[in-house]
């Protein structure tokens, strides 16, 4: 029994605490990061609408129909002045952790900001808050925002490794979860649902003539994301079709930003497919950035160490 | 070559980067350790999977376990985008009625630039939400409305939901309008007051 055991006791711990490429971590802080400092600042001329009594939902209706779990500093933070401050603080806190400043320190308090701002206004809360509740609540966990990374032997890499394996669990689970509900749908299955999607009048901004004259194309494009959707939680995985899922996964992302003016989702799915990149692309970049001057050796993406442990090093 | 290692070996600290071992690193490279945290990566990735799974026996069993927990952390989520159709657009126009019956009309969603307006998607994710979920917002709608438009001293606002219409490509190219809004009006509501917005 014990035999039968050891090997995938072994495999079990190494996938999850000696995962060979803990520098994700890095590409989607400043990613989500980038993404909420947008969504943020985005929110300034429409906060006193959506987030205090004086807007669209007083605390007293909200709290009549709120889930008793879900918590907001900002039903106690109720005046303009207030909501105006905890949004400049959720502001410079998302422009501090996408630059990696103070993260250890910055991180939780953006979290709970991200959080307050979610939970007060949850009829205004699209895809983009999802996406990043999740990933920041992850990243929370991680040792991130350091110059350099964990060494390979510390606590602190197996923390770093277990984390990089939930976000790709969760980036896979999204993507397999959003394309099995797709194959319910009459519009997706017969090739339709991107048409749909793009006249919605919520995301027209395209002359849509030449895309209507080209029926080829649309259903191209739906069956497209399907088959993106469902093939990235299985192929991913594998060194050999990764590059291929994550580039296709990207370009997914890049279409509904510009085809629809998703942005900010698109941003910060984007930032959660970066946990797949692979290592070297990560080196590259890191040689991008050295070459530009622009670092000197703070990067986040400098290996601790003599990088990630091996059994063939001799 | 150095003999093969084993995710328990204990801080070996080749690296010359943490020589001295913390307590951190003491607990998480032991066999203790390593157990408590697949017990938590085990029990975060099906909480995952019980948010995000469609109704079944299994998750009508599940999910009271996680709920409270994924709500707390903001994490409760199914992930549906577009599915398993693209929505309907919306659209929410309203009456401001004034104090001598004169009616003042306003448009919400399609007053919005696309591209202007950085805060679109956030703001538009409002106006449907008070479309599909009347009453529930309707009345804050209502007092809102009262006090932006305050010196036109109004008496009822009245609010008109539109859905819109499913246009195939085909109809497209032979010029059917994509926003032939089929409008609901809605029953006026009073306002409260016509004390000036704070």
């Known amino acids: 029994m014990r ?16 995962a060979p490429e803990i520098r994700g971590l890095e590409l989607v ?15 300034a001329y429409c906060l006193f609408d959506l987030y205090t009594d ?37 502001v410079v806190g998302s422009a501090a ?35 990043a509740a999740v990933l920041l609540l992850l990243l929370c966990l991680a040792p991130i925002g350091r110059s350099r990374l964990p060494a390979p032997d510390s606590a602190e890499y197996a923390r770093a490794s277990a984390i990089t394996r939930l976000i790709q669990i969760q980036m896979a689970i999204v993507f397999f979860f959003s394309g099995a509900e797709k194959l319910r749908g009459s519009q997706w299955w017969h090739g339709d649902a ?110 601790g160490g003599r990088g990630p442990r091996t059994d063939l090093e001799p | 070559m150095r003999p093969p290692t084993t995710p328990l070996d204990k801080g070996r600290g080749e690296s010359g980067i943490s020589q001295a071992p913390s307590a951190t690193h003491l607990v998480m490279n032991s066999t203790l350790g390593r157990i408590v945290g697949s017990v938590a990566v085990s029990v975060a990735v099906l909480g995952m999977v019980v948010s995000a799974a469609p109704k079944s026996a299994i998750k009508y069993v599940s999910y009271p376990v996680f709920a409270p927990t994924l709500q707390i952390l903001n994490v409760d989520t199914s992930w549906g985008y577009f599915s398993p159709n693209p929505t309907r657009g919306f659209v929410v126009r309203y009456d401001v009625i004034d104090a001598s019956g004169g009616r003042h009309s306003f448009r919400l969603t399609e007053s919005l630039s696309r591209w202007g307006d950085i805060g679109y998607t956030r703001v538009t994710g409002y106006y449907t939400e ?66 000036p917005r704070s």
């Open chain 2, 130 to 195: 008070l479309g599909e979920s009347r009453p529930r917002y309707a009345q804050g709608a209502a007092r809102h409305l009262c006090n932006r438009h305050h010196d036109l001293d109004p008496r009822q606002i009245e609010l008109m939901v539109g859905t819109q219409p499913k246009v195939n490509p085909v109809e497209f190219l032979r010029g059917k309008d994509l926003y032939e809004f089929k409008f609901e009006r809605w029953d006026p509501i009073a306002c409260e007051t016509s004390s």
């Open chain 1, 3 to 18: 035999d039968l055991l050891t090997p995938f006791v072994t495999a079990w711990m190494r996938w999850w605490f000696e």
């Open chain 1, 54 to 90: 004086a807007g669209w939902v007083s605390l007293a209706e909200l709290k009549a129909h709120r889930n008793p779990w879900r918590w907001s500093l900002l039903f106690y933070l109720t005046t303009p002045w207030q909501v105006r401050l905890a949004w400049l603080a959720a």
């Open chain 1, 29 to 43: 802080r400043a990613g989500l990061g980038f993404a909420m400092l947008v969504s943020f600042a985005a929110q």
């Open chain 1, 97 to 131: 952790f996408m630059v990696g400043w103070k993260t250890a320190w910055v991180k939780w308090p953006l979290w709970v900001l991200h959080t307050s701002f979610c939970n007060r206004a949850p009829y205004s809360m699209y895809g983009m808050d999802d996406i």
């Open chain 1, 194 to 303: 991107v048409w749909f999607a793009l006249t919605d009048i919520e995301f027209h901004i395209w002359p849509l003539a030449p895309l209507a004259s080209r029926l080829w194309l649309i259903n191209a494009m739906t069956y497209g994301s399907v088959l993106v959707e469902l093939a990235y939680p299985f192929r991913i995985w594998d060194d050999n079709t990764r590059p291929y899922l994550l580039v296709a996964a990207i370009g997914l992302h890049v279409g509904i930003g510009v085809m629809m003016g998703l942005v900010q989702f698109a941003i910060a799915m984007i930032a959660g497919h970066l946990i797949f990149t692979p290592s070297g692309w990560i080196d590259q970049l890191r040689w991008l950035l050295r070459s530009l001057g622009s670092t000197n050796g703070t990067t986040g993406l400098d290996r």
